[in-house]
C-alpha cells in the first residue's frame, strides 16, 4: 500500500497496491503529478457528491411541500427529444 500525503490539512490516503499502480499509470500517460491526479479526482468526487445530496434535499422539500414536478419523460417528449 501506499500513502498519500496532503498538505497543509496533512491528510493520508492509503492505496492498496493495484490502485496505487493504476493511478502512477494514468499519471505518466497524462503528464500529470501523482498528487494532481489525486486532487482532481477527489474534488470531482466531492462535487458530485455534494450535487447528489442537494438534489435529495430538493427532492424531498418538493415532496413535503406538495410542490408539482413535472417527470422527464414529459420534459423530453414537449421539448422533442421523445424519439429513440
Do not use: W
Not at 12 to 18: E, G, H, K, N, S
Not at 47 to 62: H, I, M, V
Not at 67 to 82: Q, R, V
Amino acid at each position: 500500500m501506499t500513502a498519500i500525503v496532503t498538505a497543509p490539512s496533512s491528510s493520508i490516503v492509503q492505496l492498496p497496491d493495484d490502485v496505487d499502480k493504476r493511478l502512477a499509470n494514468l499519471a505518466q500517460k497524462t503528464n500529470h503529478s501523482v498528487q494532481s491526479c489525486v486532487m482532481e479526482a477527489l474534488i470531482t468526487y466531492i462535487e458530485d457528491r455534494e450535487d447528489y445530496l442537494l438534489a435529495e434535499q430538493r427532492l424531498k422539500e418538493s415532496e413535503e411541500s406538495g410542490e408539482k414536478t413535472i417527470p422527464f419523460e414529459e420534459i423530453k417528449k414537449s421539448l422533442g427529444f421523445d424519439h429513440e
